[in-house]
């Protein structure tokens, strides 16, 4: 049985999906020959530590590890500290600054730790420096549920479609503009009513603007670009228009001819924008579905479709990254 000791940095909405979803699958990692324990978790009010693993259903019932923590260690003291083999970094993103995650990622990776990520900040305005880091100190550094939540993407190229060559992505990568946009062509309902649904849901960033004015997709889509065309991708190469403009009638018009339109993020051509979509296209998704529709040399266009968000789900493309690494 191979040993995983696990940092868990950042207790939000996604760091208790992990634990629940590492807590749940010990089965299935066990049939793996894999003993993953989450021997620290890190949030910003302080750090709970056990060597023999955290006691999942102890922490679970808080939103903060306030009343449990068992040190004061926060972020990157923590990830140093701590005898683990790999972090797990989910704190809340940032595309201006990265911070917090960037540090703690680079800190996981400079100490040779392996590294699983869904931030997406850090890897929008420092993707090429965390690859060269982590493979100067020999580390793996996945990050899947960066882009389109648990909807197969990274994985897909890069195992399933290795030896393709990959000539464009094109898709939604926004869940919720695509849960304001389908709420508003097919319930009628505002654009206003839809965006507070939308973060009913937890779906919205914690300031919107990021889904609606197209910069979440921008963030992925430099991503993309980085991760997948190997560029050098920067937040203000891309070409950014929001869904703010997208009026009902508009919609409708649109409805009329058997078209919908979604906001589609583009690589490599760097582009987010509202676009019009066939009804009948595989990538024309409902709800906070996210699509992506990967054009290649030897396969034609593959089309994947999956929930780009949720706790659980964000949790499911982080295990599958984690059992990559060890199995
Ligand atoms: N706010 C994002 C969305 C979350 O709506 O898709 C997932 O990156």
Redesign the pocket.
């Known amino acids: 049985m191979k040993e995983i000791k696990a940092s868990l940095v950042g207790f939000g909405v996604v760091g208790h999906g992990i634990l629940e979803v590492i807590k749940r699958k010990q089965p299935i990692l066990r049939d793996l020959d894999l003993d993953l324990k989450v021997v620290s978790i890190s949030d910003h009010t302080g750090s709970i530590m056990n060597e023999a693993g955290v006691d999942a259903d102890c922490v679970l019932k808080d939103k903060t590890l306030e009343k449990v923590a068992t040190s004061s260690m926060k972020g990157q003291e923590a990830i140093k500290a701590v005898d683990s083999d790999l972090v797990i970094e989910v704190t809340p ?1 940032n595309v201006v600054h990265g911070q917090p995650g960037l540090g703690h990622m680079e800190a996981a990776l400079s100490s040779g730790k392996n590294l699983v990520t ?1 931030n ?1 900040g850090p890897l929008v305005l420092a993707f090429s420096r965390l690859r060269k880091l982590a493979d100067d100190n020999h580390c793996q550094f996945k990050y899947e549920a ?4 648990t909807m197969p993407l990274m994985s897909l190229i890069e195992r399933t479609l290795v030896g393709n060559t990959i000539y464009s992505i094109e898709g939604i ?7 304001i946009l389908t709420r508003m062509a097919q319930e009628n309902i505002s654009y206003s009513h839809a965006l507070s649904e ?1 973060q009913d849901l937890g ?3 914690s300031d ?1 603007t ?2 609606v004015e197209g910069i ?2 921008a963030g ?1 889509v430099v991503i993309l670009a980085n991760a997948i065309f190997g560029m050098d991708a920067k937040y203000s190469d891309v070409k950014v228009t929001g869904i703010t403009q997208v009026t009902p009638e508009a919609l409708a018009m649109a409805k009329k001819r058997g078209y919908v339109i979604k906001l589609i993020g583009e690589v490599p051509s760097l582009t987010v924008k509202p676009m019009l979509v066939p009804i009948e296209s595989p990538i024309n998704v409902d709800s ?1 579905l ?1 699509s992506a529709a990967i054009v290649t040399d030897l396969s034609g266009t593959i089309t994947v479709t999956g929930l ?2 949720g706790s659980i789900e ?1 949790a499911s493309a982080i295990l599958s990254d984690i059992i990559s690494i060890y199995r």
């Not at 990568?173 to 849960?179: K, V």
């Open positions: 993103t869904s997406k960066t882009v389109g939540g990568f926004n869940g919720t503009c695509n849960y939308a779906y919205a960033e919107p990021y889904d979440d997709t992925k906070t996210n780009g968000a964000t």
